[in-house]
C-alpha cells in the first residue's frame, strides 16, 4: 500500500465509506463512553483505570467522523496528526494504516492518546460542537489505533533511514526530547539521548502514574524509537557529568535541549518545612520511578491518613489519586477558586470523585501547623469568593475576611506550579535566558548560541505533553534544515 492510498483524500475506498451511511445517519451516533474500572476497586491497586476501546467500538465511533473537506481538528494538533485520514482507515478496519498515519507525525502516539486534553485541542475543533453535539472521540481513537499496533508487534520503525552521518544530541527524554528524537531519527541524523535520571521517559515515568499512563507503553513507545536507531543514555547530566563543550569535542553538531521544568514551587507561607509537607514532585518521584510503597524497594513511602492536595491542576489530580491508592482514608483537593476554573481535564477530576477525593474550592492555605515533634498535624486554610477576572481570564480569588478554617492532616502535597530546570541554563556561557528563568529562542526554537535548540518546559515553562512534542518535531525541522545546509558549505 502506498502513502497515496493510505492518506489521500480522494481515493475511492474514502467515497464508498460516505455512501454507506448518510450524514445524518452518522450525526444521530451517540459518542462512545470509554470502559473503566470500577472506583471503589481501582484504589486498591495502579491498574490503568481507562481500559480501551474495543474493535466494534472504535469502529462506530470512526463512523461518526464526517470526513469534513476541510478538517479543523487537524488545525488543534499541535504535531499536525492527519486526523481524518487516520479515523477512516478505522472505520473500514485498516488498523495498520491508520498507525502508520500516526507514526508520520507523533512519535508517541499511545501516550498522546492516554494524556493529552484533546477536548481542549483536535476535539474542541471539531464539526460536532457547531451541532451541539459531542465531539468525536479523537482521543480514544488515537489510543486504540496506537494500542492495537503495539499489541500486533509490527514496528513502522523498524526499517530505519539511511544516516545522513550527522549526529545531534538531545538533553532530557520528556516528551520534547522524545519527539525531535524520533523526527531527526527519521531524517536520517544520528541522534543520542541524554537522561539525567536512571530510566528514559522523563516525566512520562516519574511524573504521571501508571494507573494513567503505564509503564508498559512508555516502553514500548520506546523500543520503537530505539528501532529508529535512537541512542539512549541514563544517569547523565547535561551541564554537569558532560558539558556543552564535551557534546561539541564528540561530535555533536546540534544539541536539542528538553530538560524540563522539574523545579518545584511552593506557596511560601509558615509552616512549609514542617515534616510531611513536600512538593507533587517530590511525591510522584518517588512512588512512581522510585517505587515507594512497593515490595522490593527501600524508598521510603510518603503515607498519610489525612491528605491534603494543593492545587487544581493534572499533577494534583495525579497527587491526590495516588494518594488513596496509598492508602489515605480520606484525600482532600485544596484549590482556591472554584471546580469551573481547575484546569485539570474533566475526566480527571471525575475519576477522583470517583475514587473518593474530596473537593475543598474557594479555600488557600495561609499555614501549616505541627505536633511537638515538628509533623504537620493541620492546615489553616482561607476561605475565599471569585472578584473580577485576572490576567489569565479566569476570577480572581478574593479572602473573605475573617473565614478561616483548620482542617487535621498528616501529608500535605503542594502542587502549584514548576520552574525551569536552571542546570543547563547556569551552566553554558553565553545562553541567553529569560526573566523567568526559560531558554530564550527564536520563531525556529533556536537559542543564542547556533547549535543550541530548545523546547517544552524549559522554553514554555510548563505545559503539556503534546504542545511540548510539538515544539520537538518544530525544532527537528528547524534544525535540520541549517545542519544540512552547513553541511554543504
Known sequence: MTDNNIQGRDTGWRKALREEMTAKERTA???????????????????????????????????????????TCIEGCPVGIQIPDFIKNIQRGNLPAAAKILKATSALPAVCGRVCPQEKQCESRCIYNKMKKAPVAIGYLERFAADEEIARGVDINTNKTKTNGIRVAVAGSGPAGLSFAGEMARRGFEVDVFEALHEIGGVLKYGIPEFRLPNS?????????????????????????????????????????????????????????????????????????MGAGRKGFDTPAPVGRCVAVVGGGNTAMDSVRTARRMGAERAIIIYRRSETEM?????????????????????NPIEYLADEKGRVRAVRVQRMELGEPDASGRRRPVPIQG??????????????????????????????????????V?????????????????????????????????AAASMAEKLLADAKC
Open 29 to 71: 451516533i451517540p459518542r462512545v463512553e470509554m470502559p473503566m474500572l470500577d472506583g471503589a476497586y481501582r484504589v486498591s491497586c495502579n491498574d490503568e483505570v481507562n481500559q480501551g476501546l474495543s474493535f466494534e467500538q472504535a469502529v462506530l465511533e470512526a463512523t461518526r467522523c464526517l470526513d469534513c473537506p476541510t478538517p
Open 217 to 289: 507503553i512508555v516502553d514500548a513507545e520506546l523500543a520503537s524509537l530505539r528501532n529508529a536507531g535512537v541512542r539512549f543514555h541514563t544517569d547523565t547530566i547535561i551541564g554537569k557529568t558532560l558539558s556543552y563543550d564535551d557534546l561539541l569535542n564528540q561530535g555533536f553538531k546540534g544539541i536539542f535541549v528538553a530538560s524540563g521544568a522539574g523545579l518545584p514551587k511552593f506557596m511560601g507561607i509558615p509552616g512549609e518545612n514542617y515534616c510531611g509537607v513536600l512538593s507533587s514532585n517530590e511525591y510522584l518521584t518517588r512512588i512512581n520511578l
Open 343 to 363: 484546569p485539570a481535564r474533566r475526566e480527571e477530576i471525575e475519576h477522583a470523585r470517583q475514587e473518593g477525593v474530596e473537593f475543598m474550592t474557594l479555600a
Open 403 to 440: 473565614a478561616i478554617d483548620e482542617i487535621e492532616i498528616d501529608l500535605a502535597i503542594v502542587s502549584v506550579g514548576v520552574s525551569p530546570n536552571p542546570l543547563i541554563p547556569d551552566n553554558i556561557d553565553g545562553l541567553d535566558v529569560t526573566d523567568r528563568g526559560t531558554i530564550a
Open 442 to 474: 527564536d520563531e525556529n526554537l533556536c537559542s543564542s548560541i547556533p547549535a543550541i535548540f530548545a523546547g517544552g518546559d524549559i522554553v514554555r515553562g510548563g505545559a503539556t505533553v503534546i504542545l511540548a512534542m510539538g515544539d520537538g518535531r518544530h
